[in-house]
């Protein structure tokens, strides 16, 4: 009980907090006003644009020029704007669904999730510690951040993989710079044309669910086409989050072959209670399901929607802040390549993958 409500006040912001969520607040509200108004000037010509590139764009563009200069008061706001709120967002996202729209992603979904999750672990391990020569733990992190979901894969693998802090800053600065690229590229690929011939609407919410780094990354790049394709992203993005805490005890159990069998069992049941298991990810799942049984008033309904994309466009504005463009240097040229290989295998080789299950 006492490890609950722990975990409830971690979503409480307190004074530290308030300069920093008054600033992100502000910037989403601007962005959500910019989008409506871009919408009504150019007549709805405008596509591959939303409140959340938006905001993850404006934030880019001030966290590379004026935040740097405020960050020490503003940063704990907008880091509890980058990770709690952001969480929260990912939770209420599931009034926006019902298990009718989640049943008819389905297996297909299951199956691509796990095919890119595990091909991809296991190149970037292959690539990365027998071609590039990089040390096992930094490899072991860039592959967790880009199998599975991003910066919180690399945070969640740490204490199994008992890396160094440079080496987690390092992995989660090539999801960020890649994971940035591919929630652009994706949308603007296919108002180009370029994926329909192979992929339907659902199928490119899949594919995007599948690939792309970060939870809040899959959510621009969904919800740049429709809303519905946002949505089946979104579905297929959470059952891969979810494949994070059975991946990290196969990671635990992996890491602690060649040890004595009696401190091989301790080590493994010590790692295994480190395993942060990602509790929003089910919390969404449950509002998912009370949104479809229970029933709700329109109006309940249509402001926990507008609530939810609130919270979404201050998490993106509070991410847009914290991406500096230093983090490429700070990467080094080596996990950069192996980023850049990985970023290309996921668009390439996850599209295979995502291709050849929805022809069965």
Known sequence: MHAFAQSVNHYVPNNRHLAGLFVVLSGSVFCLWLNTSLATWSNGRIVGLSSLTLAILLGMLLGNTIYPHLAERLNAGVCFAKGQILRLAIMFYGFKLTMTQVASVGMPAVMTDALV??????????????????DQQTTLLIGSGASICGAAAVIAAEPVVKAEAHKV?????????????????????????????WLSAQQYGIYTGSTIHEVAQVVVAGNAISTDVGNTAVVSKMIRVMMLAPFLLVLSFALTKGAGKNSEKQTLLMRAKQVKIPWFAFIFILIVVLHTWVPMTQNFERSMVMLDDVLLTMAMFALGLTTHLGAIKQAGVKPLILGAIMFAWLILGGGLINIGIASL
């Open 117 to 134: 999750l595990t091909s991809t672990f296991l190149l970037t391990y292959w690539l990365g510690t027998k071609w590039l020569k990089i």
């Open 169 to 197: 800053t390092i992995a989660i600065a090539t999801v960020v710079v890649f994971g940035t690229i591919a929630m652009l590229l994706y949308p603007f690929l296919y108002h180009l044309g370029w994926l329909q011939p």
